[in-house]
């Protein structure tokens, strides 16, 4: 079994900052990737960062310059530093795992979400 929980989502004021985390566990070979995704009420859910086994990140647009995702490998965790946050960051936040088991079995996981919510 493998699984990937979030945690970090609360109540921030905008402007505040805000750390999400996100662990893979379970019959893990390697992870190829780790990203987050978000979903806003009403609206569909959408990449906003990811980084590779190799470090290698990208992020969207609207979150570049406030939001930093890195990696602590040895414990296949993944973070989401969100800095000048604002409403329009209201969003329930998922982490998205593409890994390998050692029996060469390719898996895509999701985690549940955590609600991340920004209002004064």
């Known amino acids: 079994q493998v699984q990937v929980v979030e945690s970090g989502g609360c109540l921030v004021q905008p402007g505040g900052s805000l750390r999400l985390s996100c662990a893979a566990s379970?019959?893990?070979?390697?992870?190829?990737?780790m990203d987050w995704f978000r979903q806003a009420p009403g609206k569909q859910r959408e990449l906003v960062a990811g980084i590779t086994s190799g470090s290698s990140t990208a992020n969207a647009d609207a979150v570049t310059g406030r939001f930093t995702i890195s990696s602590d490998n040895s414990k296949n965790t993944v973070f989401l530093q969100m800095n000048s946050l604002n409403p329009e960051d209201t969003a329930v936040y998922y982490c998205?795992?593409?890994?390998?088991?050692?029996?060469?079995?390719?898996?895509?996981?999701w985690g549940q979400g955590t609600l991340v919510t920004v209002s004064s």
């Open positions: 379970g019959n893990i070979f390697n992870i190829y990737a």
């Open positions: 998205n795992a593409k890994v390998v088991q050692a029996n060469h079995r390719y898996l895509e996981l």
